[in-house]
């Protein structure tokens, strides 16, 4: 598949980024929306915990017992891909980047086998043997073969993330009491904090006019709101995932739930106002995180004249504001 690496990144690694990239594809890892650096750093964690530095005949996997940490994952990325990932994204590798490798059984936690590692032994992440061997026949006469014992022997996580989503769709109650369906996903979890928890709390009186979802872009709208308002086309690139509307205060929530991109940053923020020269209503925007570390790691790229609440700490917010809220300290 085609994808941009960075350039900090070392031609052979770059190479060997794009072959794992190819081969989680052909096996059915979903990687269809994901980022370029997303991407990137999912095949660099499967290089890490299989311990490659140069060549995929390299891969160690479970039955050499050696595994890899979150923190020793980052360190070995630092040290061999050209990286520079700050050591708090710890959390990152396992929550992002391993993510869709554990699901599919190919990087596999040490705490589920018997084999314990030696540095950790409830922690730690190593490549499957049977996904290390596909990596050590690559290129070779054997590989058509390996593949396709490989298919054969798994379910595709594609099909099984479908059968999951169906299964797992995630209910949320709107304010009005009428209840809707997301697709599971941790980016439609905070979606549904935002709408149960932070309006009740922050957007009192608020309707809300608009939901998108992961799978279905308009899941829910309030068209003839939207037009009353003067609000932009629905089809825009710029809408975000929210939007609520209080009437008593002619106050209108844009309201991005985060995951990976898609905070209030300057350019986005100019871009969306400008699309809402004929809106009535005064606008908020509001960027919703998961965590605080979530935050901080990004808290460099929030617009001013801009809102965050983060779901863990759900009775605060933090404003990015000015004189605006001065006057509350008196």
Same mark, same amino acid.
């Given at each position: 598949m085609k994808i941009q690496v960075s350039n900090n990144v070392?031609?052979?690694?770059?190479?060997?980024?794009?072959?794992?990239? $190819?081969?989680? !594809?052909?096996?059915? *890892? @979903?990687?269809?929306g994901l980022t370029d650096l997303r991407l990137q750093r999912m095949a660099e964690a499967c290089l890490a915990i299989g311990q490659i530095k140069d060549k995929l005949t390299d891969a160690k996997s479970v039955k050499d017992g050696?595994?890899?940490?979150?923190?020793?994952?980052?360190?070995?990325?630092?040290?061999?891909?050209?990286?520079?990932?700050?050591?708090?994204?710890?959390?990152?590798?396992?929550?992002?980047d391993l993510k869709l490798l554990v699901l599919a059984n190919i990087a596999i936690n040490s705490s589920s086998v018997e084999a314990k590692a030696t540095n950790d032994s409830s922690r730690g992440y190593?490549?499957?043997?049977?996904?290390?061997?596909?990596?050590?026949?690559?290129?070779?006469?054997?590989w058509q073969v390996s593949i396709e014992n490989y298919k054969a022997t798994i379910k595709s996580l594609e099909e099984r993330?479908? $059968?999951?989503? !169906?299964?797992?769709? *995630? @209910?949320?109650?709107?304010?009005s009491g009428e209840e809707i369906h997301l697709s599971y996903g941790e980016h439609n979890q905070l979606q549904k904090a935002i709408?149960?928890?932070?309006?009740?709390?922050?957007?009192?009186?608020?309707?809300v006019l608009y939901v998108g979802d992961t799978?279905?872009?308009?899941?829910?709208?309030?068209?003839?709101?939207?037009?009353?308002?003067?609000?932009?086309?629905?089809?825009?690139?710029e809408l975000p995932d929210i939007l609520a509307y209080n009437s008593k205060k002619n106050l209108l929530l844009l309201i991005e739930a985060f995951h990976c991109t898609g905070q209030w940053d300057s350019t986005r923020l100019y871009k969306i106002k400008d699309k809402l020269k004929d809106c009535r209503a005064y606008q908020v925007f509001v960027t919703a995180f998961e965590t605080l570390n979530?935050?901080?790691?990004?808290?460099?790229t929030i617009a001013w004249e801009t809102e965050v609440w983060i779901a863990d700490t759900p009775e605060h917010m933090i404003h990015f504001n000015g004189w605006k809220f001065m006057e509350i300290h008196r």
């Open positions: 070392p031609k052979k690694i770059a190479k060997n980024i794009k072959i794992i990239l $190819s081969i989680l !594809e052909e096996v059915g *890892v @979903p990687l269809k050696v595994f890899l940490r979150t923190r020793e994952i980052l360190k070995f990325e630092n040290d061999h891909f050209g990286e520079n990932i700050s050591p708090g994204s710890y959390d990152d590798i396992r929550r992002k190593c490549l499957s043997d049977e996904f290390a061997t596909l990596l050590k026949d690559y290129g070779t006469e054997q993330l479908k $059968s999951k989503r !169906e299964i797992e769709r *995630v @209910p949320i109650t709107l304010p709408i149960e928890t932070f309006l009740p709390i922050f957007g009192k009186g608020c309707h799978s279905d872009k308009f899941l829910y709208k309030d068209q003839q709101a939207l037009n009353e308002l003067g609000f932009f086309e629905l089809s825009h690139d979530q935050f901080k790691a990004h808290s460099n």
